[in-house]
C-alpha cells in the first residue's frame, strides 16, 4: 500500500544527528551506538532504504531552526540568522540528495502526478523519495522577504510556531497570540498559497490563526486531547475547526502523544502498552468527530528527536507503517477508507491546494 508520511525531519537528522541516510538502517545504529550525547543514539528508525521498503514515497520534509531570546531555556540559535544558515544547510543537505537521486522535490500538482506515475511504475530499488518542504517553526525566517526566497526554493507549508516562544506565533508549552508580526506571516503565506501546519500552535494562538488565515490549513502530526491530555494534542473543538476547514490530522507515534502517562527517558513501551494500535485510536477518535475518514493521515514524526525507546513496540523501521492497513481493516475500515488514510486523503488535499 502506497503511504504517504507528512512529517520527517530528515536533514535535521542529517545534518544535527550527522545520519548519512542512504546508508541501511543497521549500519546507522552501529555508526552511532556508543555515542551518548541524545537519547535517541543508535535507536534510529528512519533511512531511505526503509522509506522505500515500506513503499512509503512521498514525505513532508521539514526545516527546523528555532531562535532563543536570552530568557528562553529551549535548545537554539542565538540569532534569527544564525536560524536562517541552519535551515539553509538543511537544504543544501536535500539538494545534495536530489544530486545523488535519492530523492525529488515536489512543489506542484504536474510534479506531484508525475512522481506518483514514476513511483508506481518503477521497480527501481533507488528510486527517488518525493519530498514537499515545510518549515517547522518560523523563528528562522529573518524577514517575510525571506518566506517569498523559500516559496521560491520551493517551501510549500509553515508551521508558525514550535516548541516555546516564538517570533511570529507561540507554541507548545506557551502561551499568547501571534500578533501583528504573526498575522503578517499568515497574509503572506496567503499570498503564495503556503500551507498553514496548525500543529504545535497553542491554542491561543491556533484560534488567532483560524481566525486569520484564509488558505490551505493541515496539522501534519497532531494526535487527541481527549486521550492523551496535553495542550501539545488538539482538543476535540479545535479538531472539529480543522475538519471543517478540510484540514487532513497526520496521527503521530512518538510515544508520549500516543499513550497518557509517559515519563520521557523513563517510561518503556512495551510496559506502557503502546503499539501501532494506539495511533489508530487517535485517528478513530477524529473519524468519530467527522463523521468520516477523510480527514486523518499518517504524519510519523518518526526520528524527530526520538527513536525506537520512545515509538511503538511492534515498529522497528519506518516501514512498519505498512502495519497500519492490516490495523485499520480490522476495526472495520474499509478498503476505500483504508487507501485514503495511508496517502488518499493528503492527496486530495494537495491536490485542492495546488489546483
Ligand atoms: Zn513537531
Not at 45 to 54: A, I, K, N, Q, Y
Not at 99 to 113: D, M, S, T
Not at 167 to 196: C, P, S, V, W
Not at 237 to 248: H, I, M, T
Amino acid at each position: 500500500m502506497f503511504i504517504v508520511d507528512a512529517h520527517l525531519d530528515l536533514s535535521m537528522n542529517a545534518m544535527e544527528w550527522n545520519r548519512d541516510l542512504r546508508k541501511p538502517l543497521s549500519e546507522i545504529r552501529r555508526r552511532e551506538a556508543h555515542m551518548t550525547d541524545k537519547p535517541d543514539r543508535g535507536k534510529g528508525t528512519v533511512s531511505f532504504g526503509e522509506l522505500r521498503r515500506g513503499d512509503i514515497g512521498l514525505v513532508v520534509a521539514t526545516q527546523i531552526a528555532r531562535y532563543v531570546a536570552p530568557d528562553n531555556p529551549l535548545p537554539g540559535w542565538h540569532s534569527p540568522e544564525q536560524a536562517w544558515a541552519q535551515t539553509q544547510a538543511q537544504l543544501a543537505w536535500y539538494r545534495a540528495m536530489e544530486e545523488e537521486g535519492e530523492l525529488v522535490q515536489i512543489a506542484n500538482k504536474a510534479q506531484l502526478e508525475e512522481h506518483l506515475i514514476r513511483w508506481e511504475s518503477s521497480d527501481d530499488e533507488r528510486k527517488p523519495i518525493g519530498y514537499i518542504l515545510s518549515l517547522e517553526g518560523a523563528d528562522s525566517l529573518i524577514t517575510l522577504r525571506h518566506l517569498e526566497r523559500a516559496y521560491e526554493y520551493g517551501l510549500r507549508a509553515v508551521g508558525p510556531a514550535h516548541y516555546g516562544p516564538g517570533r511570529y506565533a507561540q507554541g507548545t508549552d506557551a502561551t499568547g497570540f501571534m500578533g501583528q508580526k504573526g498575522q503578517a506571516l499568515l497574509r503572506e503565506m496567503e499570498r503564495l498559497n503556503i500551507i498553514l501546519d496548525a500543529t504545535h500552535l497553542c491554542d491561543d494562538s491556533f484560534w488567532e490563526a483560524m481566525d486569520h488565515f484564509h488558505g490551505p490549513v493541515w496539522a501534519s502530526h497532531n494526535n487527541c486531547r481527549a486521550l492523551v491530555n496535553h495542550n501539545r494534542q488538539f482538543s476535540d473543538e479545535q479538531l472539529r475547526e480543522l475538519v471543517n476547514r478540510g484540514a487532513v490530522i497526520g496521527g503521530v507515534l512518538d510515544a508520549w502523544m500516543m499513550v497518557p502517562g509517559w515519563t520521557r527517558g523513563q517510561s518503556d513501551p512495551r510496559a506502557m502498552n503502546c503499539s501501532l494500535e494506539v495511533v489508530i485510536d487517535h485517528m478513530d477518535h477524529i473519524c468519530q468527530l467527522a463523521g468520516n475518514a477523510l480527514h486523518i493521515g499518517i504524519g510519523s514524526d518518526l526520528d524527530g528527536g526520538f527513536g525506537k525507546e520512545q515509538s511503538p513496540y511492534d515498529l522497528n523501521s519506518i516501514a512498519d507503517l505498512q502495519k497500519i492497513p492490516e490495523l485499520l481493516r480490522r476495526r472495520g475500515y474499509s478498503e476505500d477508507d483504508i487507501q485514503n488514510v495511508c496517502h488518499g486523503n493528503w492527496l486530495r488535499f494537495l491536490r485542492n491546494a495546488w489546483r
